[in-house]
């Protein structure tokens, strides 16, 4: 996928791309590297400069990201004597010998700008500003050194270190948020980067979904260029998904989609993408002043300001911003009054001419849909996973409750803790059916499942919220359930890593791998493990001190059944749906085209697939949001922006998407990763589901749409370096997303007030009635076409009024 995603990045007007560097990809093992294939950051770079752009290279080697551990290898965590991110000399060597095998493997490959290569920025640390103060007496040593270690390795481009306003001379630091246009670099010697513009948020399984309106990721955008701006960056631009287990913890999805520009897909998000595509080319249009002098800001009202980038040749550019987040303004600028709407900016590059405003928004809105393929309803085979100590080689026992990662060391999501037998009072209610009896357990953040004598006897989780704080689970047992003899196993699903959230003072707060120490935060069962109920009540069976036998991991793990071999498989008739930790393995053939393809997990509950070995993720459809909630699909995009302020999918599983008519539980499946046929799919399902109900779909664009108001500027597609002489009145674009295909249908057009939004428009009272007529000759048949709002073309239904073009259309 990486040159359409390049290529679609330059096409809307990016200059650089920003990567972190994975050291838990790079570095699996200590000392063992693997930079191929996915993980080819040498092939990755070159195919940017290939392409005209330039790269700012993350190395970290902590990078947050909502990924496994930070971004960190867990071997870190058991070299003896390490602290994490602090002025430890064990961590300090290891991060050390990471960083120059990465620099010199750029080096080798001539990538820095010195050596005539993209790479024209650097990163080290990143975001430690916001943790800096837990780490005490240690903290700024540590930030010297690394600044110092960096510099060491002589690539003659600059290092930036964001969220770190103490960095060094020899660090520039930066700035990460939802709006930096306040921000001021810790030296007049520095210029003033945006590293992460936050273009929405992640999501979380039991959440709903967070968006960010376009609108209000361009004001952002316009508001730091207009503070004298100097880099910016989208995180993400493309956010993807967190294949395997790479995502973080314990509640992040396997879709990273991150409402950015460009889809999970690697589809242009419209009109987010073509909008800030527009304000991109309209900066340029300013560059020739903002790269000259500096910009002069002056408030010419209540919430209301003009910033100016005067040269003393008289040529000029302009950025006037209405910050009111309720009413429209007029602003009076260089001999002209200026409508500017509610918390939007007008972007002047001539001084005199409004080319773009962040809240009038020109590009075409496209409408995606998941398409179904192929049902997988036939020849499925399965593995029942054991329940308990499988692996009789590799269990071990340990006199108390276990610490998770220490013991699992991530090789597994899984941790068996098996109690193999409990001798009970025959005389005890519990044998006798008397009253409910309970199982206490206390886990830390994470999924878990209790089996009794073989059964599933319940299951529990923390919330998606995360806490510190240990989490208590009552799983119940029924009068006459068990008999005297009782054998217990706790199975505990790890969630390995981060989770984020924001809190009223928008300090970002984050449990187990962000935040100081997050590598000293245990997981798994602390316990107390007790049984209550016995006696009516009046004793309780302590069970966590006693000896527990573990096993790591499961037996279909051990045997290799993701990638779908094995002589374990069965198929027999008596097809097992809805059984906890089962197996399943069919094949499909490939959909036919070029369209992304995914796979909808429908029927099933909770587990992880893969598809010719490669693993798609953790799935998790049984676990929905809230019905109560603020979702709205007409979030307001006017005031400050936070991740809890446009919400979707309330009393829905987070990775929910239309196909079709249907509402379906979607996951992305890179086209790289299939065959034309023989593909196998393996499904890992824990808490029972129906894999006959999984479909194959790919992601198609339905319906396209323009709305242009008298009002708007412009396109900026119309405007070049002449555009002095060169401004023209409002113009609808309309454009097929393929170049094979042409506008075929018009589902709907309007020429005057026409009432509601994209997708649902209907007439107003003051209607063209030549206006369909008009689209019908410019569009219909065309790949691409515009239509220019004037008297000639559109006549003039209602004079009094600011009228209004709007279409709605369908490419084949």
Request: aromatic share 12%; proline share 6%; hydrophobic share 35%.
């Amino acid at each position: 996928m990486w040159p359409g995603l390049i290529k679609k990045s330059k096409e809307g007007g990016l200059d650089i791309i920003e990567t972190y560097v994975f050291w838990d990809l790079h570095e699996p093992v200590r000392g063992q590297y693997n930079f191929t294939g996915r993980n080819d950051l040498v092939k990755f770079i070159k195919l940017i400069g290939k392409a005209g752009l330039y790269v700012h290279l993350r190395i970290g080697p902590y990078v947050c990201a909502e990924w496994n551990y930070g971004g960190f290898p867990l071997w870190l965590h058991f070299l003896p004597g390490i602290e994490l991110r602090t002025n430890n000399d064990v961590f300090k060597s290891e991060m050390q010998r990471f960083t120059s095998r990465v620099v010199n493997l750029m080096k080798m490959n001539n990538l820095f700008a010195s050596q005539g290569g993209p790479i024209i920025l650097s990163q080290i640390e990143n975001e430690y500003g916001n943790v800096e103060s837990k780490y005490g007496d240690g903290a700024k040593p540590y930030i010297e050194w690394a600044a110092e270690m960096a510099t060491s390795m002589e690539t003659d481009v600059p290092w930036v270190m964001c969220q770190q306003d103490d960095a060094p001379y020899s660090m520039i630091n930066t700035c990460n948020g939802f709006y930096c246009d306040k921000f001021t670099p810790n030296s007049p010697d520095k210029p003033k980067f945006f590293t992460e513009l936050w273009s929405g948020w992640f999501s979380a399984w039991g959440l709903p979904v967070p968006y960010r309106p376009v609108e209000d990721v361009a004001l952002a955008a316009a508001r730091f260029f207009q503070n004298n701006g100097t880099l910016l960056n989208y995180y993400m631009y493309h956010g993807g998904t967190n294949f395997g287990r790479t995502s973080g913890g314990p509640f992040i999805t396997t879709s990273y989609d991150y409402d950015s520009p460009m889809d999970e897909y690697g589809l242009p998000r419209q009109p987010k993408w073509g909008h800030l595509k527009d304000l991109h080319k309209a900066i340029k249009l300013c560059e020739y002043a903002m790269v000259e002098t500096v910009g002069v800001t002056t408030s010419v009202g209540t919430n209301l300001e003009t910033t100016v980038y005067q040269l003393e040749s008289g040529a000029c550019a302009a950025f006037l911003a209405n910050l009111d987040t309720q009413s429209n303004a007029k602003i009076y600028f260089n001999g002209n009054y200026h409508d500017v709407p509610a918390w939007s900016v007008s972007i002047l590059p001539d001084c005199k001419n409004v080319v773009y405003n962040t809240a009038k928004v020109n590009a075409i809105t496209a409408f995606t849909k998941f398409v179904p393929r192929t049902t997988l309803n036939w020849s499925w085979s399965w593995f029942k996973e054991p329940v308990g100590i499988s692996l009789t080689g590799d269990a071990f026992v340990q006199p108390s409750l276990a610490e998770q990662i220490g013991v699992t060391g991530d090789r597994s999501d899984f941790l068996w803790y098996s109690l193999r037998s409990l001798n009970l009072d025959a005389n005890d209610p519990l044998v006798n059916e008397a009253s409910t009896v309970q199982l206490h357990v206390d886990s830390v953040r994470h999924g878990l499942y209790a089996f009794v004598n073989g059964k599933l006897a319940g299951g529990g989780r923390s919330d998606s919220i995360g806490s510190r704080q240990k989490q208590h689970r009552f799983i119940v047992f029924h009068r006459g359930a068990i008999g005297s003899s009782l054998i217990t196993h706790l199975f505990n699903h790890l969630y390995f890593s981060e989770l984020l959230f924001r809190n009223n003072t928008n300090q970002l707060s984050k449990i187990q791998n962000y935040g100081a120490f997050f590598d000293q935060i245990p997981a798994g069962i602390q316990g107390p493990v007790q049984i209550n109920g016995l006696s009516n009540g009046s004793s309780t069976i302590e069970l966590s001190k006693v000896p527990w036998t573990y096993q790591i991991g499961l037996k279909g793990e051990q045997l290799g059944l993701s990638n779908g071999g094995s002589e374990y498989w069965v198929s027999e008739p008596a097809f097992p749906k809805n059984t906890p930790l089962t197996w399943y393995k069919t094949q499909f053939s490939a959909p036919a085209g070029n369209s992304p393809v995914a796979i909808d997990f429908t029927g099933m509950g909770k587990g992880q697939a893969w598809i010719n070995g490669n693993g798609i993720g953790r799935y998790w459809p049984a676990y929905v949001s809230p019905p109560e909630g603020k979702c709205t699909d007409n979030c307001d995009y006017r005031g400050e922006y936070s991740q809890d302020k446009c919400l979707k999918g309330c009393g829905k599983p987070a990775q929910q998407q239309y196909v079709s008519i249907n509402i379906s539980n979607i996951y992305h499946v890179p086209r790289s990763w299939l065959k034309p046929t023989g593909n196998t799919l393996v499904v890992l399902e824990e808490i029972g589901g129906d894999p006959t109900m999984i479909s194959i779909a790919t992601r198609e664009i339905g319906l396209i749409c323009g709305a242009v108001s008298e009002s708007y500027p412009a396109p900026l597609d119309l405007w070049d370096s002449n555009y002095l002489t060169r401004v023209t009145k409002p113009t609808l674009l309309l454009e097929c997303p393929y170049q094979s295909q042409v506008i075929k249908e018009l589902q709907f057009v309007g020429y005057g007030n026409p009432q509601g939004k994209c997708g649902s428009f209907t007439q107003g009272q003051c209607r063209s009635n030549r206006a369909t007529t008009v689209v019908n000759k410019y569009c219909m048949g065309k790949q691409k076409c515009s239509i220019e709002m004037t008297l000639e073309n559109l006549g003039d239904p209602c004079p009094d009024i600011y009228k209004t073009l709007a279409v709605e259309a369908f490419c084949g």
